[in-house]
Nanobody
Framework: QVQLVESGGGTVQPGGSLRLTCAASGSTFTSVWMYWVRQAPGKDLEWVSTINTYNTYTQYTPSVKGRFTASRDNAKNTVYLQMNNLKPEDTARYYC????????RGQGTQVTVTS
């Protein structure tokens, strides 16, 4: 099983950018599709993006498509989420996960978008 630790969150103004990092440990990382999910206050966990094992396929929820980019570096056991043109509605705790429902995820990193 993969263990996950997220970092890179913070507080930014609308239109700003952040890059989230997810450090993974475990021998199965390179064979696992990875996901980013988020949870806003008072809301359910929401799937944000998917990236395949070879960094050749990504998928995004419509609200972030064109603004967020997922990538991975298998040599470093790391997954990234580049977030541009952030909006207040992107405010949430972000998690990387090894399943799309976020059942297996790290502790998360907080992203707050506010003016």
């Amino acid at each position: 099983q993969v263990q996950l630790v997220e970092s890179g969150g913070g507080t930014v103004q609308p239109g700003g950018s952040l890059r989230l990092t997810c450090a993974a440990s475990g021998s199965t990382f390179t064979s696992v599709w990875m996901y980013w999910v988020r949870q806003a206050p008072g809301k359910d966990l929401e799937w944000v993006s998917t990236i395949n094992t070879y960094n050749t396929y990504t998928q995004y929820t419509p609200s972030v498509k064109g603004r967020f980019t997922a990538s991975r570096d298998n040599a470093k056991n790391t997954v990234y989420l580049q977030m541009n043109n952030l909006k207040p509605e992107d405010t949430a705790r972000y998690y990387c996960a090894s399943d799309p429902s976020g059942t297996v995820r790290g502790q998360g990193t907080q992203v707050t978008v506010t003016s």
